[in-house]
Structures are given as structure tokens and as C-alpha cells.
């Protein structure tokens, strides 16, 4: 049985910084894509960032410059540094990534809410 978890949300100040984790574990032979998305009240769920297993990453238009994933595949661990955040960041974050188990599918975790608020 596989899982995501994240942990590192919170509430923050708007221009503050936040770093999110999602570690896979349980029966693992790979992980390869690994992506965070974000869903705010009453929208739709969006892809924030995305890196494969080699390291070469892409980021939604909204995040650039101000987030950055990267992960370390010896832990099977994605992060998500969110820096100078804005109000609009304001949303649960899930975890994503394609795992090898028994076959590969793809994989949530449970969501981590971000509030940005002063």
C-alpha cells in the first residue's frame, strides 16, 4: 500500500514564506513525476508545479519566479518552497506523483491548507 503525506502548511503573512513536504512511502519500486496542485473555495483544482524523476521541472504562470519544487529521490520526497505569498496563494495544496508499485498509477495525499492572511 502506498501514501503521500504532507506536512508544512499553515497560516502566514502575505509576503512570507512557506515550505511544503510530501514524502511517499510503503511498497515502492519508483517514483517518477511528482507535482503539487492547489485548490481555492469554488474553483478548480490546478497544477502549481511539476519535476520528474531527473530533476527538470515546469510551474503554473501564477508561481513563477515566487515558488520553487524540487525533491529527493532517495526519500521519495517532494517540496514545495513557497516564497514573497500572496493572498490568492490561499488554498489547500495535494501532493501528486506517478508511482511503481504493483504497476504505476498515479498517487494524493490527504491536502495541506495554506493561508495567506494578515
Known amino acids: 500500500q502506498v501514501q503521500l503525506v504532507e506536512s508544512g502548511g499553515g497560516l502566514v503573512q502575505p509576503g512570507g514564506s512557506l515550505r511544503l513536504s510530501c514524502a511517499a512511502s510503503?511498497?515502492?519500486?519508483?517514483?517518477?513525476?511528482m507535482r503539487w496542485y492547489r485548490q481555492a473555495p469554488g474553483k478548480q483544482r490546478e497544477l502549481v508545479a511539476g519535476?520528474?524523476?531527473?530533476?527538470?521541472?515546469n510551474y503554473a504562470e501564477s508561481v513563477k519566479g515566487r515558488f520553487t519544487i524540487s525533491r529527493d529521490n532517495p526519500k521519495n520526497t517532494v517540496y514545495l518552497q513557497m516564497n514573497s505569498l500572496k493572498p490568492e496563494d490561499t488554498a489547500v495544496y495535494y501532493c501528486?506523483?506517478?508511482?511503481?508499485?504493483?504497476?504505476?498509477?498515479?498517487?494524493w495525499g490527504q491536502g495541506t491548507q495554506v493561508t495567506v492572511s494578515s
Open positions: 501528486n506523483a506517478d508511482i511503481y508499485s504493483d504497476y504505476v498509477r498515479a498517487y
Open positions: 519535476i520528474r524523476r531527473a530533476g527538470s521541472t
Open positions: 510503503g511498497r515502492i519500486f519508483s517514483v517518477n513525476a
